[in-house]
Every structure is written in structure tokens, then in C-alpha cells.
């Protein structure tokens, strides 16, 4: 397997926090990175944060870029929210780095729906068994994930 690297430059990311915080239920955490099905790619991706880079395998840079947000400017964004929302700014500070994925429709509107009541945790294996179910297996390095 091939690793890829990506230099953030000055892009921030929390990759964990991004990865993992309720907003996709895929991916799962290994030593060294992390691993998930971006559409029907089995994906890898890890952050060096000592280089703020991400290294990367089963898919192409500008399809990481534009899942994980960093197609955006995040200052640019957070310059435009409320200054005087004290509420925003504990949230920002609470998690500087976290970036919206742009899920596929399909998957995001499939945890929406099977998200009704649940916890992340109990979200996290309807997804998956959703995903072993009927979804199609591919590999990336050692690992098989789910489309």
C-alpha cells in the first residue's frame, strides 16, 4: 500500500475529533490512523502533527481535500461567525480543528435516519452492519471496510 502525503501548509485539522465526533460513524480508529469506505474507496489516513501533514492511501488528494473541508478556509469561515456569541466561542475553543465532512448524500441521509434516539456508539453499529450487510468490501492495507 502506497501512502500519499498531503502538507496542510497552514490548514488546521482535528483529525480525530473530525473523524469521530458524531458526525460520520465509519471510520474506525487504528494506532496509527484511521480507516473507512469514502464512497466505494477503502481510504486510510493519518495526520503527522509534528508536520502538519496527512498521510494518506485509496484515494485521490482533491477527494480527501474536499471530504474532510480542507477545500475551505476555516479562519475564513470562523471570521464570519458572531463575536459576541460566547456560546460559539466556548464550542470553537472546546474543538479547534474540527472540519465538517461532506459525506455522501446517501450515507448521511441513511445515519440521519437510523440516528433517531441513538447514542454515537449505537449509531456507529447500525452504520457498520448496514454497511457489512449490503454494502460492497474493500481492502486498504490488512484492513477491509465497508462501501
Known amino acids: ?12 485539522i482535528d483529525l480525530a475529533a473530525t473523524l469521530h465526533c458524531g ?3 465509519q471510520w474506525t480508529a487504528l494506532e496509527d490512523g484511521h480507516v473507512a469506505a469514502l464512497g466505494d474507496q477503502a481510504v486510510r489516513v493519518a495526520h503527522d502533527k509534528n508536520e ?3 498521510s494518506y492511501a485509496g484515494c485521490d488528494e482533491a477527494t480527501l481535500e474536499r471530504y474532510l473541508g ?5 479562519e475564513e469561515i470562523i471570521a464570519t461567525f458572531p463575536s459576541k456569541d460566547t456560546h460559539l466561542a466556548t464550542a470553537m475553543n472546546y ?6 465532512c461532506r459525506q455522501p448524500a446517501w450515507e448521511c ?7 433517531s434516539l441513538k447514542q454515537v456508539p449505537h449509531i456507529r453499529k447500525i ?4 454497511r457489512e450487510r449490503f454494502g460492497k468490501s474493500c481492502q486498504v492495507g490488512e484492513h477491509t471496510v465497508w462501501a
Open 1 to 12: 500500500m502506497k501512502l500519499h502525503r498531503l502538507d496542510l501548509g497552514e490548514r488546521q
Open 109 to 115: 441521509l441513511a445515519s440521519f435516519i437510523t440516528s
Open 23 to 25: 458526525q460520520v460513524f
Open 70 to 74: 480542507l477545500d475551505l478556509d476555516l
Open 52 to 54: 502538519n501533514a496527512l
Open 95 to 100: 474543538t479547534p480543528g474540527l472540519r465538517l
Open 127 to 130: 452504520s457498520l452492519t448496514l
